[in-house]
């Protein structure tokens, strides 16, 4: 991956921080993802998805 093709990702109030996993997670592998992420985006709430992994911010005028 090249300096280039990292993209700065900005929350706005409300946003929300969505992942999705292909395939099942642990318990252990659910809460350590989760953590990994709410210490990325202090504040913004996490919602951790098994199946399809992808990683999104939901609008706060979406949910």
Known sequence: MDIEDVRRI???PGDRL???V???L???M???IKR???AFAPGVPVLVLDD???LDVLSGEAA
Do not use: H, N, P
Request: aromatic share 10%.
């Open 36 to 38: 990994i992420l709410e």
């Open 26 to 28: 642990s318990a252990e």
């Open 22 to 24: 292909k395939g099942r």
């Open 52 to 54: 399809g992994m992808s």
């Open 10 to 12: 900005e929350f706005r």
């Open 30 to 32: 659910f809460e350590r």
């Open 18 to 20: 969505v992942l999705r």
